[in-house]
Nanobody, 124 residues
Framework: QVQLVESGGGLVQAGGSLRLSCAASGLTFSSYAMGWFRQAPGKEREFVAAIRWSGGSTYSADSEKGRFTISRDNAKKTVYLQMNSLKPEDTAVYYC?????????????????WGQGTQVTVSS
């Protein structure tokens, strides 16, 4: 059974930082690209960042470039999202997801497995 478990969310003031983690089990982690998405209340789920199976290539949404960094540790079967200079509009539930294609994608439908999410709240 595949499980993706996010952690590291919480309440932070604007300008602060958080590091999200997503621990995977039940799959060959190094064979999957990983992605982070988020969903704010009343809004659709949106792409945040993705990383190839090898970690050699990453990309992120324009609004997060320079502030968010995705990384992975295949030995620990964990993907991370370092978020700096947080803004109130970053408030959302953040989800990690696994993509069998190994290359990563900004398209949510490409991802086969999803975690339950972790809440990030940024106060002004």
């Amino acid at each position: 059974q595949v499980q993706l478990v996010e952690s590291g969310g919480g309440l932070v003031q604007a300008g602060g930082s958080l590091r999200l983690s997503c621990a995977a089990s039940g799959l060959t982690f190094s064979s999957y690209a990983m992605g982070w998405f988020r969903q704010a209340p009343g809004k659709e789920r949106e792409f945040v960042a993705a990383i190839r199976w090898s970690g050699g290539s990453t990309y992120s949404a324009d609004s997060e470039k320079g502030r968010f960094t995705i990384s992975r540790d295949n030995a620990k079967k964990t993907v991370y999202l370092q978020m700096n200079s947080l803004k109130p509009e970053d408030t959302a539930v953040y989800y990690c997801a696994a993509d069998r294609s190994m290359s990563g994608s900004p398209v949510a439908a490409r991802y086969a497995y999803w975690g339950q999410g972790t809440q990030v709240t940024v106060s002004s």
